[in-house]
């Protein structure tokens, strides 16, 4: 299933050019200053781990574009949807204890795919983690870590009206270069579009399968995202699993 052309970007625009430095991207909730000297990824991650302000926002390095997300969270269609992920994928990944769940806020790089972003999930096994294909970066101002580097099993991306784009055009070239083996993709803004897209060495495919069942090779089950009014008359969202 091949995205469409994303529709132009409005203005002001998440993206900035690395030639275009600095500058300033503004946006709902205030605007982010973007200095000159970010000339690659590794510049890009010391200028992240250096601002304190940057960890409460979702800043990207896509392939030598840098973006930046300012808009104000959606709550039907954006976080209530990552919720109805996380509490079946969190659920399962704990149950069995097969690694890491890691909802919405970690930022991942790959270096191979030229990429530093922050998913609104990922699952890292633990066989990833053992064996070092997935590595947990430390923070150096407070405990625990604050970015994933590597190939996780899984990655998650729900659609809001200022990542098009990058969801849609840029995100599935980039996750494919990383060789992340499932890439889940959700658009509820309007007629509700839920994928599970497999990596090949051609490119991801979907693994559709019937009455809108998706099958997951990553957590051996299939799974399909259902929607339903509630009596407010808002949509919410259920992940079913079998």
Not at 12 to 40: H, K, M, Q, W, Y
Not at 175 to 186: D, K, L, S, V
Not at 218 to 242: C, K, S, Y
């Amino acid at each position: 299933m091949t995205p469409t052309a994303a529709p132009p970007m409005p203005v002001p625009t998440s993206f900035a050019a690395l030639a275009a430095l600095p500058a300033t991207i503004r946006g709902e909730r205030g605007e982010v200053r973007i200095p000159s000297g970010i000339t690659d990824l590794t510049a890009f991650r010391q200028w992240l781990r250096s601002d304190d302000s940057l960890e409460r926002l979702h800043v990207c390095y896509l392939n030598g574009l840098l973006w930046v997300d300012l808009s104000m969270e959606q709550l039907y269609v954006h976080n209530q949807v990552m919720l109805a992920v996380t509490l079946v994928l969190g659920a399962l990944v704990e149950s069995t204890g097969a690694g890491l769940y890691v909802p919405d806020g970690m930022h991942l790089s790959n270096a191979g795919a030229n990429l530093s972003t922050v998913p609104d999930g990922i699952f890292v096994s633990d066989g990833a983690l053992q064996t070092g294909r997935v590595s947990e970066v430390p923070n150096a101002r407070q405990v625990g870590a604050i970015d994933l580097v590597g190939t996780p099993d899984m990655v998650l991306e729900v659609v809001s009206d200022s990542s098009v784009q990058k969801d849609l055009v840029i995100l599935p070239g980039l996750y494919h270069a990383a060789q992340i083996p499932e890439f889940w993709r959700i658009d509820a803004r309007g007629d509700l579009r839920f994928e599970i897209l497999r990596w090949t060495p051609g490119g991801y495919v979907p693994t559709r399968l019937p009455d809108d069942w998706w099958h997951s090779d990553v957590f051996a089950h299939d799974f399909r995202l259902v929607q339903r009014i509630d009596n407010r008359g808002q949509p919410r969202f259920t992940l079913e699993m079998h």
